[in-house]
């Protein structure tokens, strides 16, 4: 799912293009894209774009007569910027013309998450706050007293946007390892000095992750929007070595999510559970990372 810095660029991005373009036409292609019935989709026609924002994980297009296109890319969806020159392909789910270009929308797979809502004033978006801190603007003392008012791992916590918008599993996992911080640490058991490196390498790695991905996108669209790449350290490197100390990145594994971290960095040696493996080893799982590498 695009994270915070994935967002940040593409709104940065489509305020370089949209922004004072009039919508000549909204054409929407998945019948399961559109949540709302009223203002209709007709409504937005001719309508100049004024504004464009994140609104944690989504994306608020806000156009004149106090319109506001609300998006969720969810798990899947991707955007996409075509040249006025370019033909619109077939597997887009959803289509903004402007006269400078179109902007288009993909899902992949069977499962349609993404949404679209229409709606009208500022007031209105209210319905879409979950009220988390914007973990790049909140103070240190603001971060700590957001964690600690419910009593969660660290993990669910950081990733929960009623506590902080715009965090996922991916920068979650960078976050931590990071901050050298169990992912199954509950929120209750971290000390002050936990809080303060937790709050700094929050900060740190998302800033420099909408640098990184500002760089790849230079002055073209970003399109290539994944949750795994080559420069993380530990999201997504199952079996790979940690680039800190070298020990193999470990994983837990619940439904469709996974938890990579490094044991040596994160957990003292100790590798957590994985709810499928450890059923299945039993007694033969591995407790401590000396037993998996000496295994």
């Given at each position: 799912?695009?994270?915070?810095?994935?967002?940040?660029?593409?709104?940065?991005?489509?305020?370089?293009?949209?922004?004072?373009?009039?919508?000549?036409?909204?054409?929407?292609?998945?019948?399961?894209?559109?949540?709302?019935?009223?203002?209709?989709?007709?409504?937005?026609?001719?309508?100049?774009?004024?504004?464009?924002?994140?609104?944690?994980?989504?994306?608020?297009?806000?156009?004149?007569?106090?319109?506001?296109?609300?998006?969720?890319?969810?798990?899947?969806?991707?955007?996409?910027?075509?040249?006025?020159?370019?033909?619109?392909?077939?597997?887009?789910?959803?289509?903004?013309?402007?006269?400078?270009?179109?902007?288009?929308?993909?899902?992949?797979?069977?499962?349609?998450?993404?949404?679209?809502?229409?709606?009208?004033?500022?007031?209105?978006?209210?319905?879409?706050?979950?009220?988390?801190?914007?973990?790049?603007?909140?103070?240190?003392?603001?971060?700590?007293?957001?964690?600690?008012?419910?009593?969660?791992?660290?993990?669910?916590?950081l990733t929960d946007q009623r506590?902080?918008?715009?965090?996922?599993?991916?920068?979650?996992?960078?976050?931590?390892?990071?901050?050298?911080?169990?992912?199954?640490?509950?929120?209750?058991?971290?000390?002050?000095?936990?809080?303060?490196?937790?709050?700094?390498?929050?900060g740190a790695v998302l800033s420099?992750?909408?640098?990184?991905?500002?760089?790849?996108?230079?002055?073209?669209?970003?399109?290539?929007?994944?949750?795994?790449?080559?420069?993380?350290?530990?999201?997504?490197?199952?079996?790979?070595?940690?680039?800190?100390?070298?020990?193999?990145?470990?994983?837990?594994?619940?439904?469709?999510?996974?938890?990579?971290?490094?044991?040596?960095?994160?957990?003292e040696g100790r590798l957590l559970?994985?709810?499928?493996?450890?059923?299945?080893?039993?007694?033969?799982?591995?407790?401590?990372?000396?037993?998996?590498?000496?295994?």
């Open positions: 799912m695009p994270e915070l810095p994935d967002i940040t660029v593409y709104v940065e991005a489509l305020e370089a293009r949209i922004v004072g373009q009039p919508l000549n036409e909204l054409r929407i292609a998945s019948p399961f894209l559109l949540r709302t019935v009223e203002p209709s989709l007709t409504s937005v026609a001719g309508k100049r774009v004024v504004g464009v924002r994140r609104m944690a994980k989504r994306i608020v297009l806000s156009l004149e007569d106090d319109l506001r296109i609300v998006l969720h890319l969810m798990i899947a969806g991707r955007l996409h910027w075509l040249s006025p020159t370019k033909r619109v392909p077939r597997n887009i789910i959803a289509a903004f013309e402007f006269g400078n270009g179109t902007l288009t929308l993909t899902e992949a797979g069977t499962k349609k998450r993404a949404s679209l809502h229409l709606v009208r004033g500022d007031a209105s978006l209210a319905t879409f706050e979950r009220g988390g801190l914007d973990p790049l603007t909140c103070s240190a003392a603001e971060f700590a007293a957001r964690a600690r008012s419910e009593n969660h791992t660290i993990k669910r916590t506590m902080f918008n715009g965090i996922g599993n991916a920068y979650s996992d960078e976050i931590l390892h990071r901050a050298r911080l169990s992912p199954v640490k509950l929120t209750s058991r971290l000390a002050d000095d936990e809080y303060a490196c937790l709050h700094d390498s929050t420099e992750w909408v640098e990184r991905l500002r760089a790849q996108a230079g002055v073209g669209f970003p399109e290539k929007v994944t949750a795994f790449r080559p420069e993380m350290s530990v999201h997504g490197k199952y079996g790979q070595a940690c680039p800190e100390c070298g020990t193999a990145v470990q994983r837990i594994r619940y439904a469709d999510n996974e938890t990579n971290y490094c044991p040596r960095c994160q957990t559970a994985d709810r499928g493996l450890s059923r299945l080893l039993k007694s033969d799982w591995p407790r401590r990372i000396e037993e998996l590498e000496g295994s």
